[in-house]
């Protein structure tokens, strides 16, 4: 997870200060998490689910894969993107609400409850899992730049970041 934090900050160096913050706070998280770790496929979503019918017949796009990963992560993230696609609005979008405590959408937020009850995660969890995913995100774009371009994320990070130390700030006085 570190190399990848690091490839992030070199890729998006003119945010690193932004960012920084957040890095340490999530390597922090990691190492005392009480969510098991283990192969996540990195980039977990409809586009890379194949079907017969109705049958899952194969997952494919293995290569943000990670050995110490969080099937969390790939849970919200199939989670949100699909929902985000019904709704026509990005990830981002949803992370945010996630941090901000403000998921207006009850079917979006009753989906988020049973990921996180299933999962055995608290709430504290659940927002280090959407940082987590905010940074492969970041990650998916630097790496392979295969982000469709009205997801501009760079564009995002002044907007999302103090979202994300608002919440980190409460948290650690919680």
């Known amino acids: 997870m570190a190399q990848r934090l690091d490839q992030i ?3 998006f160096f003119r945010f690193r200060g932004l960012l920084l913050p957040a890095m340490d706070a ?3 998280w990691r190492e005392s998490a009480r969510i098991a770790g283990g192969i996540a496929h990195g980039d977990f979503c409809l586009r890379n689910i194949l079907f017969n019918r109705e049958a899952v017949t194969g997952i494919i796009d293995w290569d ?3 050995r110490d990963g969080f099937l969390q992560v790939d849970g919200l993230y199939l989670l949100l993107s699909s929902h985000g696609a019904a709704h026509n609005l990005d990830n981002p979008h949803y992370l945010r609400q996630i941090w901000a ?3 207006g959408d009850t079917a979006l937020s009753d989906r988020i409850a049973r990921l996180r009850s299933e999962s055995g995660m608290d709430k ?3 927002k280090f899992i959407a940082l987590l995913l905010w940074f492969s995100l970041l990650w998916q774009h630097a ?3 295969r982000m469709p371009p009205e997801s501009r994320l760079e564009d995002l990070i002044p907007t999302t970041v103090p979202i994300i130390m608002k ?3 409460w948290h650690k006085k919680g």
């Open 9 to 11: 900050g070199e890729f």
């Open 26 to 28: 999530l390597l922090a």
């Open 64 to 66: 943000g894969a990670q």
């Open 101 to 103: 405590d403000e998921i």
């Open 124 to 126: 504290d969890d659940l």
């Open 143 to 145: 790496m392979r730049s």
């Open 167 to 169: 919440w980190l700030a």
